[in-house]
């Protein structure tokens, strides 16, 4: 029997699937189905339904405090970071200029550096400088770190923006700052908007860059970090990465679907189909 | 038409580098007229839409609209609107938004802003579509909301850019019948550029023909299409059987020439014919050729035989050839006589008048 390509189907395919997945997501789903387990061992077999561990975040001053650092840390990251990113990927979509595409690849090659190696060298930069560790100098490394994320977003929001928008626009009264404000703006906030919630996203679960350049102000995952060390301590851990990964995966898809809808409407803008 | 034009091209040209995509290029246009600009693809036609926009300034030159230069004036303060090739219909609004985008900066009152919207989207059979935003749109609806945007400002001069090149063939040939209604009806001035001769010529009132950033002849279609100036527009506007023929004599209108199977004649003279080796380059119309069935006779016959057909429908081309005729004529005749059945390799007469004959610049 053959595929739809033609391929045969193999009885082997299915069960490496299955694998590949449980692989990538087994142990996620372990983290939430702990967190709501009445036993302070995180051990088979389950011992009872609770949401102790949940209640329990509510009275830990320190946790609350270094969840405050990382919605600080996220909303700065995420501007900065976006803030940037939209002139480069304007700059990069719209005009064609010498050397465009070694500066999109350097725009982007942060992405490919290792993590340790950059929060290394922030880190020496910063001592020398005589800087002080504190959330600024992590919401400063991390917008670094988040800068290719926000950009290659924006990219694929700006590259279908058509030109002659902005050009019609003009043509019928408007000034140049009128055209952006009602016209581009509106036109790209989608990518805008979702840009910003992966770089929050992204923000909230980076560890390295903040575990170097944070000083005594923990963020979250810096926070954990500290908790594994008292085996007391690990459900109510639990209990918190089951949300930030529940926050994770509901910023990340409003931003995918505000892409995907931003994406159609150039689409819709700029085709000429009947 | 009125006594200044609605837009004068004064020595116009426009350079990119070493390239020129408008070459001195001088142009009245009168108001209320429907004035085309045709020509292949990078003949200038969309560079000089562009300057009259505003999108694009000329590298030396005036442009006046309504007696006024428009030199250095950025397009929002123009007295001209555009519709756009793609229309650029804005996404993030709905048909009625689209329509009163530009009224807004007009600080109008409701009732009155309402009332123009209205209007235009009657104008172009919208008006049940208001709520409509863009991507929920035909290409001819987005084509019908780019025309009531640009309308509904009143501008003195509404300029089209390709505007039907995205439609399927019905439905252009349905619009620019409604185009030309609404031109008659608004009574504004009208420019369009277009790279399809048919669509120029059953719009327009005048049409110049561009060729490598000049005006090669600006005239009416039907002047335009019998008496092209030169061989260059008349092989863009449709078919011509070229020839040469011996100038025999040469007046200041006038040719006199020797064909070799066309006898001779005397055809007017185009402006700025030059005659190379006392040559000239003459042509007839395929259409002005007619097929002669069994006896009849005519005052001006050729005959040869026919070497190919090809069957268009309502018409048929024949492919005839002549002793003595360095290429083969192309006759265009319709189907009513039976010219489809006529076989390949039949002899055949054709008659012609000799007024059909014209002389063209090289």
């Known amino acids: 029997m053959s595929g739809r390509h033609g391929i045969r189907k193999s009885r082997w395919l299915p069960a490496y699937v299955t694998v590949y997945l449980g692989f990538l997501y087994l142990p996620i789903l372990l983290l939430p189905i702990f967190s709501f387990n009445d036993a302070a061992s995180t051990t088979f077999p389950l011992a009872g339904f609770t949401t102790k561990w949940y209640a329990s975040l509510w009275g830990n001053t320190a946790m609350l405090v270094a969840a405050r650092n990382s919605l600080i840390v996220g909303i700065c990251v995420s501007v900065l970071s976006t803030g940037l990113a939209i002139c480069a990927a304007r700059a990069v979509t719209r005009y064609k200029f010498r050397g465009q595409h070694a500066a999109t690849g350097l725009l982007m090659a942060p992405l490919f550096l290792p993590e340790i190696i950059v929060a290394v060298s922030l880190l020496m930069i910063v001592l020398q400088l005589g800087i002080e560790l504190s959330l600024a100098t992590v919401i400063l490394g991390q917008t670094v770190f988040c800068l290719p994320y926000a950009l290659s977003v924006l990219i694929s929001g700006f590259d279908g923006f058509d030109r002659s928008l902005e050009e019609a626009s003009l043509d019928l009264g408007e000034t140049a700052i009128g055209t952006f404000r009602r016209v581009t703006l509106p036109v790209v906030a989608p990518a805008i908007i979702s840009s910003l919630l992966v770089s929050f996203t992204i923000s909230l679960d980076e560890f390295i860059l903040a575990f170097f350049l944070s000083g005594t102000e923990p963020t979250l995952p810096v926070y954990i970090w500290g908790q594994l060390r008292f085996a007391a301590k690990l459900p109510g851990v639990l209990a918190l990465g089951s949300l930030m990964i529940a926050l994770s995966i509901i910023l990340i898809t409003i931003a995918e679907i505000l892409r995907r809808r931003a994406e159609n409407r150039l689409k819709a803008g700029a085709s000429v189909h009947g | 038409m009125a006594d200044t034009p609605m837009i004068e091209i004064d020595a116009v040209s426009r350079y990119y580098g070493i390239y020129r995509a408008l070459d001195d290029v001088s142009l009245d246009i009168a108001a209320g007229e429907f004035f085309s600009l045709l020509g292949p693809s990078g003949c200038g036609k969309t560079t000089l839409l562009r300057s009259i926009a505003g999108f694009d300034t000329p590298t030396s030159g ?194 006199s020439v020797e064909t070799t199977r066309f006898g001779n004649v005397t055809i007017a003279k185009p402006k700025g014919f030059t005659a190379s080796n006392g040559q000239a380059t003459i042509g007839i119309r395929p259409e002005r050729l007619r097929v002669l069935w069994d006896d009849a006779k005519a005052d001006c016959e050729v005959t040869g035989h026919v070497v190919d057909r090809h069957y268009f429908g309502e018409i048929t081309h024949l492919i005839v050839e002549v002793p003595g005729l360095e290429k083969p004529l192309s006759v265009s005749e319709t189907n009513n006589f039976g010219a489809d059945d006529i076989p390949v390799g039949a002899p055949i007469r054709l008659a012609y008048d000799p007024d059909a004959l014209v002389a063209m610049a090289s």
Do not use: C, W
């Not at chain 2, 005036?62 to 250095?72: C, M, P, Y």
């Not at chain 2, 919207?117 to 987005?142: D, P």
């Not at chain 2, 009531?148 to 019948?177: H, I, N, T």
């Not at chain 2, 409604?178 to 719009?203: C, N, P, S």
């Open chain 2, 62 to 255: 005036d442009i006046r609209i309504d007696g006024q230069s428009a030199i250095g004036l950025p397009p929002n303060k123009r007295p001209t609107n555009m519709v756009f090739q793609n229309y650029a219909i804005f996404p993030h609004l709905n048909v009625e938004e689209n329509v009163g985008y530009g009224l807004k900066r007009l600080k109008l009152d409701a009732d009155d802003e309402r009332r123009r919207i209205g209007n235009a989207l009657e104008q172009v059979r919208l008006a049940h579509l208001g709520k409509r935003k863009a991507h929920e749109l035909s290409g001819g609806q987005r084509q019908r909301v780019a025309l009531a945007r640009a309308l509904v400002m009143r501008p003195k001069v509404l300029l089209l850019d390709e505007p039907l090149s995205a439609l399927d063939k019905k439905l252009r040939e349905e619009m620019q019948v409604e185009l030309r209604t609404l031109q008659k009806a608004v009574g504004i001035t009208f420019v369009l550029v277009t790279h399809d001769q048919y669509e120029a010529l059953a719009m327009s009132d005048r049409i110049a023909v561009m060729f490598g950033g000049r005006i090669a002849q600006v005239a009416t279609p039907k002047e335009i299409y019998q008496h092209p100036l030169t061989r260059q527009v008349a092989d863009f506007l449709g078919g011509m059987n070229f020839m040469q023929a011996k100038i025999t004599s040469e007046s200041a209108v006038n040719l």
